[in-house]
């Protein structure tokens, strides 16, 4: 009977676009919310040599290693020092529970279907491949995440033999 109810609450989820929000250099972004397994605050990171730049190392989250991804060094955007707003979203995609570091989160937001556009045509650029719509909220536009196309195997693969 729970599992009934829980698969209720995914399709309601995704049928009313509910996202994860936050911001990368002021500009607001989503994810889609049943990715989201935990939020935490900025905590110690272990570096991992040889791993991609935007990579900065992995964490332990309860007895998993958990590989951690700078979301401004993966979208080329200038540094910012980490400071008391800065935040690890963990999510689980593709079965893999990567972190992913943000400026601050938001909130969650309901975005109906009607209301995303089609990114811009932009498919050239690396972080455009990310985008997968434009939610529009009256005058807001949040940028809405493939979590799947970053934490892509092609980027993994360093990490996955260094962790091993």
């Known amino acids: 009977m729970q599992d009934d109810y829980a698969a209720g609450e995914l399709d309601l989820a995704r049928e009313n676009g509910q996202f994860l929000t936050f911001t990368l250099q002021n500009e607001e972004y989503g994810i889609e919310i049943l990715q989201v397994q935990e939020i935490k605050g900025f905590s ?15 964490m332990n989250l309860r007895g998993t290693v958990v590989p951690i991804i ?10 910012k020092e980490y400071d008391q707003f800065t935040c690890i979203v963990v999510v689980n995609v593709v079965n893999r529970v990567v972190g992913l570091v943000v400026d601050t989160v938001s909130d969650v937001l309901s975005i109906p279907t009607d209301s995303i556009a089609d990114p811009p045509e932009l498919a050239s650029l690396e972080n455009a491949s990310c985008i997968t719509g434009m939610g529009k909220l009256g ?6 995440l493939d979590t799947a196309r970053l934490v892509s195997p092609e980027n993994f693969s360093a990490l996955q033999v260094s962790a091993a």
């Open 70 to 79: 700078d979301l401004r060094a993966r979208f080329s955007m200038t540094e």
């Open 139 to 144: 005058e807001r536009i949040v940028m809405l």
């Open 44 to 58: 110690k990171i272990t570096p991992i040599p040889n791993a991609p730049p935007f990579v900065r190392g992995v």
